[in-house]
């Protein structure tokens, strides 16, 4: 798994949108914002990442996050040279959950690991919801439907592909339910009791592209 202006240090997590930055797309009383390198910000993911419902399937053999760990692996992808994009899914503007995305074409050893050969336009995300309340309330599958169609307009993405364990049916749901397919089991880098996991490749592509089959060796 996977730029701050300093003039926007000091909003409170869970203001409105207006007081704290332009978000990257909205849909009605949803939006996604650009994650910033504040105090605030690293707060939160540390207690996102070390809450049950999320560390289950987000890198469960890890230790828990401290804050300078999700410094350390956070801060990176705020510089202008990283190709991935950090937010925060936010709901009536307020903070709600975390998602990230990236070309595909960045992470080639990560393809080679697993067998993959995706085309040079393939993005990929990983998403999850924080805030527990916020659970089974489609903001998930609003979220990364909203993701796509910014990345289809605004970044020439032809498909957009990610990797979900096969036992994850919540992620795996709310991905179909917003225009997903299966494509194929691969195994993943993520490990879990020290195994590597096995996952779906799953698959979104606007509307009126030509189906792709196969992505390469599993």
Known sequence: MRQLSPNLRGARPGARLDQVTDPIA???????????????DYELMRRWLNSP?????WDPDL??????RVVDEYRPYMTASSTTTACMITVDGADAGYIQFYPWAGEADYQQQLGLALPATAWGLDVFIG???LLHRGYGRRAVALICAHLAAERGATEVDLLTELDNLRAQNAYLAA???RVAVYLDTDTR??????SWLMRWEPAGVARRVGSGAR
């Open 193 to 198: 009791h020290g195994e590597r996991v096995r």
């Open 26 to 40: 909205v849909d009605g009383g949803l939006a996604v914002r650009a994650m910033r390198d504040r105090r605030a």
């Open 53 to 57: 419902h999320v560390r289950e399937w």
């Open 131 to 133: 805030e527990q309340h």
């Open 179 to 181: 225009g997903f397919t």
């Open 63 to 68: 230790p828990a996050h401290t804050y300078e």
